[in-house]
């Protein structure tokens, strides 16, 4: 079973705060991604990678940047953080087959 | 560009009567991948069916679904609703460009 972890699990900032939300996957995937879940958005895609130094620009990408670092490792940073980015946060990687694997998700206020 | 509707935001049942979600999209893309994930409270969210077979029924864990290629529809069914079954399912399409489109989700609300 794939294996997809985040952390923090649950996040506070302020207006303004730096937040960095971590991923790893340790199934060698070549694809990863971050997602914003929002009631009656459903899952949106920020940003997402094919590889270490990679990164491609999703669909709602303002106000996110991104880093993948290793095969393993690919980080959602907020510098400016908003209200408007208050929500709960997924990560994914995909591999062959084009089945996600998710992780159990970061919850975001910001205040 | 792609697209996925799912015109249920809300979809309340009660225990034992069969459930249907719905799920049409659109994409210029013959070879498509439809998905149906389901995220529980509290887990993460994980695959329930896919397929790209025109016709074919799919089925996992007692839902089943078949992709219509001509009206661009992959309903989701059970014949039974379980208070278990109760989540948030999301369908979602791939068009073989890693790429993923997820529809707004419907919640599904099971009640004895």
């Known amino acids: 079973e794939a294996a997809v972890t985040q952390s923090p699990r649950n996040k506070v900032t302020v207006t303004g705060g730096n937040v960095t939300l971590s991923c790893r996957q340790t199934?060698?995937?070549?694809?990863m991604y971050w997602y914003r879940q929002d009631t009656g958005h459903g899952l949106r895609l920020i940003h997402y990678?094919?590889?270490?130094?990679?990164?491609q620009i999703g669909d709602v990408p303002d106000g996110y940047k991104a880093t993948r670092t290793t095969q393993e490792d690919f980080f959602l940073l907020l510098e400016l953080a908003s209200p408007s980015q208050t929500s709960l946060y997924f990560c994914?990687?995909?591999?062959?087959?084009?089945?996600?694997?998710f992780g159990a998700g970061t919850r975001l206020s910001v205040l | 560009g792609d697209s996925v509707t799912q015109k249920e935001g809300l979809v309340t049942l009660t225990e034992g009567l069969p459930v249907m979600l719905n799920c049409t999209y659109q994409?210029?893309?013959?070879?498509?991948?439809l998905f149906w994930y389901v995220h529980y409270l509290n887990e993460s969210p994980r695959l329930l069916l896919k397929?790209?077979?025109?016709?074919k029924r799919t089925e996992h864990q007692g839902f089943h679904a078949t992709l219509h290629k001509s009206s661009s529809s992959f309903h989701l069914q059970k014949s039974s609703a379980q208070l278990s079954d109760s989540a948030l399912y999301y369908c979602?399409?791939?068009?073989?460009?890693?790429?993923?489109?997820f529809g707004a989700g419907t919640r599904l609300k099971v009640i004895a």
């Open positions: 994914a990687s995909s591999g062959w087959g084009n089945t996600l694997y």
């Open positions: 199934n060698s995937h070549n694809y």
């Open positions: 990678s094919y590889g270490a130094g990679n990164l």
């Open positions: 994409t210029i893309y013959s070879n498509a991948f």
């Open positions: 397929s790209s077979t025109d016709n």
């Open positions: 979602a399409l791939n068009t073989g460009n890693y790429k993923y489109v």
